[in-house]
């Protein structure tokens, strides 16, 4: 049964780090059982998911191209989609966030922060998660958000609505992004792209890290915006957060000419 939950795991097409942390948690649940004398011996203590890939980390998650960013965005699909959908989409591309991150604001965590309009990715909400102590940050908004209306957006949402989209948790993981990565998929089929041969949600913010690469913008830079731990000790652990204009300096010179 352990082997066969292990094969199960491998088809369902998630990254090799997450079916390892699900064999993880399972092994861990039959050590507890041992301890308590519900069994005997633990089933999963030898199981694993098999060697790591061998692909270099950064070519492990595919960041969308700017063709394929066209294909998407250019669609009769993506312009006849839910405007919940485009702006979130927007976002990640625009803004670096996580899927869940992403579908999980409120209407008041759009900040004005020293006279600069910011996203503030925090878990003050009943339901909201953030993936861990780095995620919690402020995320100054690209100019091409604003002049596409998100300001005029935000404003009406908070007169109807307790969250700024319409997507709810789902399941047992209460997954914010579900029902999104379902439309994403769904819309990606319509145009064309392939099953296991396109980028995925989650490839927006890979996308928009990998432009922030290219352009040379400095990695603590980049680790702030997006969330990330400081890669540089001596800027961890001394260095100050730096502040949303000069953030949003860095955030403007992406442009995706789409």
Request: one cysteine or more; aromatic letters at 10%; charged letters at 25%.
């Amino acid at each position: 049964d352990a082997m066969t939950y292990r094969d199960a795991l491998l088809i369902q097409g998630r990254s090799y780090k997450s079916n390892k942390e699900y064999l993880a948690a399972v092994f861990q649940f039959f050590k507890w059982c041992q301890l308590m004398n519900y069994c005997n011996h633990n089933p999963f203590e030898s199981v694993t998911v098999g060697q790591k890939p061998k692909a270099k980390p950064n070519q492990a998650r595919d960041r969308w191209t700017h063709i394929e960013l066209k294909r998407l965005l250019r669609s009769s699909s993506f312009k006849a989609s839910t405007i919940d959908f485009k702006w979130v989409t927007r976002l990640m591309l625009y803004g670096g966030l996580r899927p869940s991150e992403a579908c999980q604001l409120k209407p008041a965590d759009i900040k004005l922060i020293d006279g600069i309009q910011c996203i503030s990715v925090d878990d003050s909400g009943a339901l909201q998660r953030l993936k861990n102590l780095n995620a919690k940050r402020y995320v100054p908004i690209h100019n091409a958000l604003l002049e596409q209306g998100f300001m005029a957006f935000v404003t009406q949402r908070k007169s109807t609505h307790t969250q700024l989209f319409d997507y709810k948790p789902v399941g047992i993981n209460e997954d914010w992004s579900k029902n999104y990565c379902k439309q994403l998929a769904k819309l990606q089929n319509e145009i064309g792209m392939q099953a296991n041969k396109r980028p995925t949600a989650y490839g927006f913010r890979h996308t928009f890290i990998d432009e922030m690469k290219q352009l040379d913008i400095s990695e603590h830079i980049v680790a702030q915006i997006v969330g990330h731990a400081n890669p540089n000790i001596t800027f961890s652990r001394y260095g100050k957060d730096i502040n949303v204009a000069a953030l949003l300096k860095d955030i403007e010179r992406i442009e995706y000419q789409i």
